[in-house]
Each structure stands twice: as C-alpha cells, then as structure tokens.
C-alpha cells in the first residue's frame, strides 16, 4: 500500500509538472495577446493559417474547445497556479539552477525511456505497428546502448519518440467528443483522457505479489522497481521547464484561455496522427466531422511566436 500511495504521488505531480510546465526551448520573452482575429479568420477554423513570427491574433470565441464546465474549470484552475507558484515554480528554479543541463538530459532520457512500453502496448492496440516498431526499436537501443536509457542514442538513428497512450487509443477506437476538464493537482484534460490516465495508472501497480513461482516473482519485481524508478523521475523531466510557462503566463491576457487552445491543438494533433496512421482507421473508415461541424478540438485560427509554437510542440495531455 506505501508503495502504491508513492507512486499515485508521484504520478500526481508528473502531471501537475506536465500541466504547468510544457515547453523546452529557451527563446525570447512572448509578447502581450492583444489583438483580436480578423472575422474572415473565423469562417474557417479548420483551414491553414501561415505562423507569424508573434502572436497576433486570438478567436473572438474562445470556447470553440468543448468546455461546458468552465465556471468550475476556473476555479480548480485558479487553486491548481496558486499551487505552482507555491511549489512548482520555485522547486523548478531551484532545479535548474543546481543541475547542469547534460544531468538533466539524462534524467529526461531515463524516464522517458521506462514509458516506451506502455506507448509501445497502445500503438498495437492503435495497429500503428509503424510506430510500434520504432517503439521497440528505442526501447532495446536505448536500454542497452543508451546505458538504460540515460542517453537517447535511438533518436540520432532515426528512430524519434511515438505517442501512443490510452486515452489516444480511446479516440481511435470511436470514443470522439469529449469535454474539456481541469483536474486538481493533474491539470488540463478530458474526460476520455482522464479515462486512459486512470487506466494506465492501474496498469504500473505493483504485481509482484499477484504472480506464482519464484521466477515470475523476481521478474514482476524487477518491472516493479522500473516502474517505480520511472515514477520517481518523471516529475523531475518537466522540472526544466517550468520556467517559460511561467513566462508565458506573465504575458498572458488571459493564461486559461490560452491553455485550453494549446493544449487542445496539441493533442488533435497527436489524435489526428493516430487515426492517419492507425491499421483501424487510416483507409479511411471512420467518419470525419461533416463539412461545416466544428471538431471536439477544432484548431484555433491563431498561431504563436517562438514560444507558443515550441509550447504548442511539447505540450502533453499525453504524458510522455
């Protein structure tokens, strides 16, 4: 039971680290949101718009993401940065400041690398078996040329990370619409999402105990201690990059408008990438919006500078 407490702690402020803290790079302070799109620009929300080098412009409607519970989604919103600027922000700085950056790297890589599994377990269950593939394949370089994962030797052989978890499986499998959801301590998701989080929680508890023989025991243990390693550094991989969502919500008219539309265009992306790619749908038999019907995650009509295209690249509902 300690063991299982630890780690649902642990998981707790992985995901409160992903939430508040979604970017990598380092680059420029973001300017000020204030100018609104154009009414042209709203016709079409699914249609491509060219990047310009900042943000200049946001939808007139910012609920164009599903959230029929913003009233309360505010206020656990609201409890969720009193608790980053409490303890995220100031652990992340302290963080970044004691740990030169190839430690940190190496951090990143080791949890990074205990999660390959369970993306590898959702792509076949997705039939992407190309990204299964390239799953495993960073899985076995990286555990043994990688020296445990420490190093990402797989990337430099092209092998690049895949996403794939469950609330990803959900959606290819027909579970579409789902609404927008802040979670207290876990963050920005949806309810589908939340569903494939618990559910691969569940999956990484402890089973040593669970199996018979003593060669599956030791083999359940030693997946245990992993598991719980992984556990244990994942928080620290976002630790690094606390630091531009805290800028980005300085410079933020409104931070949980902004939010919500990078983390929702971030995962249609991942979701649109799965049925592309998926042995279920990509030959196209599943049903896409009609023309003209807004997607449960349209994309919004605006794109950011250097720092909301890179926050907009790494944010993860995910969890990577």
Known sequence: MRVILGRAAAIALLSALSACASGEATVSSPRF???????????????PVDAPNEITS????????????ESMNRKVFEGNQHFNHAIVYPVAKAYRETLPEPVRDSIENFAGNLTEPMVFT???????????????????????????????????????????????????LG????????????????????????VEFVATLPVAGLLPGEVSTQVATTADNLTIAGS??????????AEQMEALEDSSLDFYTMLRSVVAQKRQA???EALATSGWTASGNFEAPASGSPAPFPDPVWRGGAKEEQLLANTSISRQ
């Open 122 to 172: 959702n792509d076949v269950l997705q039939l992407r078996l190309g990204a299964a593939a390239t799953t495993f394949g960073r899985f076995a370089m990286n555990s043994t040329l990688g020296i445990g994962g420490l190093f990402d030797v797989a990337a430099k052989q092209n092998l690049p990370r895949q996403t794939g978890d469950f609330g990803q499986t959900l959606y290819v």
């Open 232 to 241: 244990i550094a994942s928080p620290f991989t976002k630790l690094g990059q």
């Open 58 to 69: 946001l939808p007139d409607e910012p609920n164009e993401v599903a959230d029929p519970f």
């Open 33 to 47: 949101l204030a100018v609104q799109a154009s009414p042209s620009a709203l016709k079409n929300t699914s249609a």
């Open 270 to 272: 991942d979701l649109q």
């Open 175 to 198: 579970v579409r619409n789902s609404n927008y959801l802040v979670v207290p301590i876990i963050g920005p998701t949806n309810v589908r999402d939340l569903i494939g989080t618990t």
